[in-house]
């Protein structure tokens, strides 16, 4: 027998493509791909969970895809594929954001306070955005797109304890880490864990890819150019 609400959770709007399962209360998770061969890993890797879970595609009830921000290409194939599998077998579809993904991870670690999510964006920024973990979590800022020394420079003299979290808390860890009063918190599968709880619960909503800028071949062309 199929479970009450079997949830598919699509990540690719990082460098990691990933899924998770979640069936009867239980979540599986599978990391694919590190390499961004999104589109080569994608499809076989549902069709394995699956498999293994005893369910085909038509039975998922839901499909969640982290919308970004994050890597154009990758963000792109994660939502088509998304769309598609909806509309295909009439599942509920629903977009989350990979910084919302981020603070709802830890706060299912029991982390509580001010938390910064950020993602590593290339060309020396970070996609970045603040939460307030409580009971609940609130969202403390809009999504933006920053340099890390701007980041720096809103926390650099308020020695509030505030935790750090993403690849882009990684990547600029020596930087980070000079204020002393910034935790920052190591990347666990809670964070696609979390794409299923946050999925199963949301209405459906029309997913659109959260870019905040122009893709980096654009991006290239116009510094061509200029």
Not at 26 to 46: K, M, S
Not at 85 to 90: E, S
Request: aromatic share 6%; hydrophobic share 45%.
């Amino acid at each position: 027998m199929g479970c009450p609400v079997n949830t598919l959770f699509i990540e690719t709007a990082t460098p990691l493509c990933a899924i998770a399962l979640g069936c009867g209360g239980v979540i599986v998770v599978r990391e694919l791909d590190e390499d961004r061969r999104h589109v080569e890993a994608l499809t076989p890797g549902i069709e394995a969970i699956l498999r293994e879970q005893g369910l085909t595609v038509a039975q998922l009830d839901r499909i969640v895809v982290d919308r970004g921000p994050g890597l154009f290409t990758g963000l792109r194939v994660g939502v088509a594929t998304a769309i598609a599998l909806a509309d295909a077998v009439g599942a509920t579809l629903v977009g989350v954001t990979s910084l919302e993904l981020l603070a709802h991870g830890l706060w299912l670690e029991g982390h509580r306070g001010v938390v910064e999510c950020l993602i590593d964006g290339r060309r020396g920024e970070v996609f970045s955005q603040a939460f307030v973990l409580t009971e609940t979590v609130t969202a403390r800022t809009a999504a933006s797109v920053r340099t890390p020394q701007d980041v720096v420079v809103e926390y650099g003299t308020s020695g509030a304890p505030t935790t750090f979290v993403g690849d882009g808390a990684e990547r600029y860890r020596d930087l980070f880490s000079l204020m002393t009063w910034i935790t920052i918190a190591p990347v666990t599968d809670s964070w696609l864990r979390a794409g299923v709880t946050l999925g199963t619960v949301r209405e459906a909503s029309e997913v659109q890819p959260l870019y905040l800028r122009e893709a980096d071949a654009v991006a290239n062309f116009t510094t061509r150019k200029s």
